[in-house]
Every structure is written in C-alpha cells, then in structure tokens.
C-alpha cells in the first residue's frame, strides 16, 4: 500500500478545478455578431467551440449548461451561448490538462481558448 506525504494530499485536494470545451452549433456563426467579431480569422472548416473551467466535472457542468441552471440564490450560472447551441464535449481537447487548481484553471482557460483560436477554430470563451 502506497502512503502519500501530507503535501501530496495537500496538493492533490487543491487541484479541485477542470477546463472543458464544448462543441457548438455552426448555427453560432450565423446567428451571434458577437461570435463573428471575436472570431475574424476563422473559415469555416473547423467546429465552433466555448472552453470554460469549473469545479465540477465537465460532464456535470455540461448538462448545467444546457439546463439554464440556476443557483440557490436564483442566478442562472449557465452560458446563454452553451445552452442554445452546445452540442457536446470534446475530451481530446482538454482531458489530459485536468484537474488542476483554481489559480491555474483560471489562467488554462484563457490559454486554451486562444489555442484553439490559432489552430484555426472558432472560440467563444469567457
């Protein structure tokens, strides 16, 4: 049986946080200026994609999505963009990053989303 050293549980339960990317509709591109003018460079061969970070497993996170999912306090938490045009995860492109702490998240979600951008995808992100 293995014994991990306090600091390896420490750093183990910090890294709590993910980075996901969800697949959108190329519907987006059509309907979203906003997507559009963030995204100046794109073709149209590749998919249009949102990368988002989250506490919870990217799977939990996806359906809070595309429910309009609302807090306690009655904040809706989900992103107007994945709900109506979120179609599914795409794992290949974040699995092997997480998990991860907050501070680190924070900062993968910014860099994988302009990444993705000079692969030639379109990116929305927050």
């Known amino acids: ?19 996901y990317v969800i697949e959108l509709s190329k519907q987006i591109w059509t309907d979203h200026w906003r997507f559009r003018k963030e995204n100046p460079h794109y073709n149209g061969i590749l998919p249009c994609l949102y990368v988002g970070m989250t506490s919870h497993h990217p799977k ?32 290949s492109l974040y699995s092997p990053l997480n998990p991860m702490t907050k ?14 951008k000079k692969r030639g995808y379109a990116v929305w992100w927050n």
């Open 60 to 91: 939990v996170r996806f359906e809070k999505h595309k429910s309009g999912y609302r807090n306690k306090k009655g904040y809706k938490i989900s992103s107007p963009v994945v709900e109506k045009y979120g179609l599914y995860l795409r794992p």
């Open 1 to 19: 049986m293995c014994i991990m050293s306090k600091s390896k549980l420490s750093a183990n339960r910090n890294q709590s946080h993910n980075v």
């Open 103 to 116: 501070l680190k998240a924070t900062d993968m979600e910014r860099v994988l989303a302009e990444s993705l």
